[in-house]
C-alpha cells in the first residue's frame, strides 16, 4: 500500500510540495482513502492530469485496490498521511 501511495504522489503533476499546505495535495489524497468513492468518479475526477488509457485504467486499479482495504488499514493510511505530511 505504501508504495501504491507513492506512485499515486509521484504520478500526478504536482503543482506544489506533499507537506506544503496544499490543498491539490490533500483532495487527491482524500479522495484516494475515500472508499464510498468509485474507481470511476476518482479517475473523473483526475480527468485533467490523464492523458492516455493506459494512465486511466492504472488509477483506476489503483483506487480499487484502496476501495478493497478494510476500514482499519485505510485509518491507518490516514494516520500515516498525516504523520508524515503534518500539513495535511
Do not use: R, W
Request: hydrophobic letters at 45%.
Amino acid at each position: 500500500m505504501k508504495l501504491v501511495t507513492v506512485f499515486m504522489l509521484s504520478a500526478l503533476p504536482l503543482y506544489c510540495s506533499a507537506g506544503s499546505g496544499c490543498q491539490f495535495i490533500e483532495d487527491i489524497v482524500s479522495k484516494t482513502i475515500d472508499a464510498s468513492m468509485s474507481p470511476a468518479e476518482f479517475t473523473k475526477d483526475l480527468e485533467a492530469y490523464i492523458e492516455t488509457d493506459a494512465e486511466e485504467n492504472a488509477f483506476q486499479k489503483m483506487k480499487h485496490l484502496f476501495n478493497s482495504q478494510s476500514k482499519e488499514t485505510l485509518a491507518n493510511i490516514q494516520e500515516m498521511m498525516v504523520i508524515s505530511s503534518p500539513m495535511l
